[in-house]
């Protein structure tokens, strides 16, 4: 089969079109005005393919008006892009960084309408900036590059500054008509490399860009799966697999884990009702929150237990820290709808020795037990399990709620 210029570009502009309807698919159904790049994306794929449109339809319009749409719309494709990532990114660029390459590449088509290969260069050199902005943008944002999806519309960014780059040697060689799409010829090897170069750009960034959009999907829909939904903290699940992965290391560090029981909790959900009760619940998790170090784990347990999971903590620095989260409750009435409560709790600690083989629900258990026994001999107060006293405990306080 003979290949043209234009049976090429026909080929990126069916590209182009199917892979906009497709993404017009993609993003048919969200909830709400969903801020995640992808209206932007398509706009601009549709926008690429109306810049074919314009660069094909020379000869059917005037040279001027075609040159002048085509790089104009090219210009305002690759500022979406950028839009569209930004605001995937739930950042802004300056306005400078969309609207003055498009004034410039208009204002170069106009006046270099007739020096095809002056046009090729400046044009070039204007979509490379936009391009080198759109990789910046990748690259400075350290939530995008968490996942993988982002290399492949990084590629596609790099590909066709290759493309365009190639396109600008050949105006400075004075080849221009490599780059020609308008010929009546066969096509070189070098232009059909470079058409298939571009559609398989847009291809990558395109399907990269949807994959990101997915992937912090996937991340989010996993957070709210791992996170309690009253206190916002992790839930059981959350942190019965970090202590799991914690155990795992070879070596197996020291591990503390306390057991942190609200006292007579049912007391004050019969008294001052339900609403209340999770008023309460959710500031005892900030209160204990604010006393852990950067890789302690707290989480709801469940009903009103929650859980501390304190890696590399020694006994001794377990019992302190029970004691400081135990403080933390009870030194400070919590205001509430119904006036101030006075709110304490109890907490058991189980003890993982470092380089012994534990078993999570053992420890677990231990730890259980250690909070009954607190919870039977006076509550607010810490119990290890093991030692059957209160070690280093408060007294029991004389509030009732």
Same mark, same amino acid.
């Given at each position: ?52 449109? @314009?660069?094909?339809? +020379? ?10 749409? @085509? ?76 996942g993988r999806a982002w290399r492949l519309l990084f590629g596609g960014v790099i590909l066709f500054i290759m493309v365009i780059g190639s396109r600008a ?58 996170? *309690? ?8 699940? @959350? ?23 609200? *006292? +007579?909790?049912?007391?004050?959900? *019969? ?50 820290? @029970?004691e400081s989260l135990r403080a933390a409750v009870d030194s400070t009435p919590f205001s509430t709808e119904c006036g101030d409560l006075t709110v304490s ?22 730890? *259980? ?14 119990? +290890? ?17």
């Amino acid at each position: 089969m003979n290949l043209d210029a234009r049976t090429l570009l026909f080929s990126l502009i069916l590209a182009d079109t199917l892979m906009g309807l497709c993404l017009v698919v993609a993003a048919h159904g969200q909830v709400g005005e969903k801020k995640d790049g992808l209206n932007k994306w398509t706009t601009a794929l549709f926008l690429q393919t109306l810049a074919w449109i @314009a660069a094909a339809s +020379r000869g059917f319009f005037p040279d001027a008006f075609a040159i002048v749409a @085509a790089h104009g719309l090219k210009a305002a494709t690759h500022a979406l892009i950028l839009a569209a990532i930004y605001e995937f990114q739930q950042r802004r660029a300056p306005n400078w960084q969309y609207f003055v390459p498009l004034v410039a590449t208009l204002v170069m088509a106009l006046v270099l309408a007739n020096d095809m290969g002056s046009r090729l260069i400046w044009s070039s050199v204007i979509f490379i900036l936009q391009l080198l902005l759109i990789a910046r943008a990748l690259l400075s944002d350290h939530e995008t590059r968490t996942g993988r999806a982002w290399r492949l519309l990084f590629g596609g960014v790099i590909l066709f500054i290759m493309v365009i780059g190639s396109r600008a040697l050949a105006g400075l060689i004075n080849h221009g008509e490599f780059a020609q799409i308008s010929n009546n010829v066969a096509p070189q090897p070098f232009q059909v490399a470079a058409f298939i170069a571009s559609m398989a750009a847009t291809l990558l960034g395109s399907m990269g860009f949807v994959l990101m959009v997915k992937e912090r999907s996937d991340k989010a829909v996993m957070q709210l799966a791992m996170t *309690d939904s009253l206190t916002l903290i992790p839930n059981r699940r @959350a942190l019965l697999e970090y202590a799991e992965r914690v155990l795992a290391r070879r070596g197996g560090p020291p591990l503390a884990l306390l057991m942190v029981d609200v *006292d +007579r909790f049912k007391l004050i959900n *019969d008294t001052y009702g339900h609403l209340i009760g999770d008023e309460v619940l959710r500031k005892v998790a900030k209160r204990l929150l604010g006393r852990l170090r950067k890789h302690d784990l707290l989480g709801r347990y469940g009903g009103e237990e929650f859980c501390v999971i304190a890696p590399e903590t020694s006994v001794s620095g377990a019992i302190t820290l @029970a004691e400081s989260l135990r403080a933390a409750v009870d030194s400070t009435p919590f205001s509430t709808e119904c006036g101030d409560l006075t709110v304490s709790v109890s907490i058991g600690i189980s003890f993982s020795s470092p380089g012994v083989a534990c078993n999570l629900l053992e420890v677990i258990s231990e730890a *259980d037990a250690a909070l009954f026994i607190a919870k039977k001999t006076g509550r607010n107060k810490v119990v +290890r399990f093991g030692n059957e006293k209160a070690e280093n405990s408060a007294v029991k306080s004389n509030h009732e709620c």
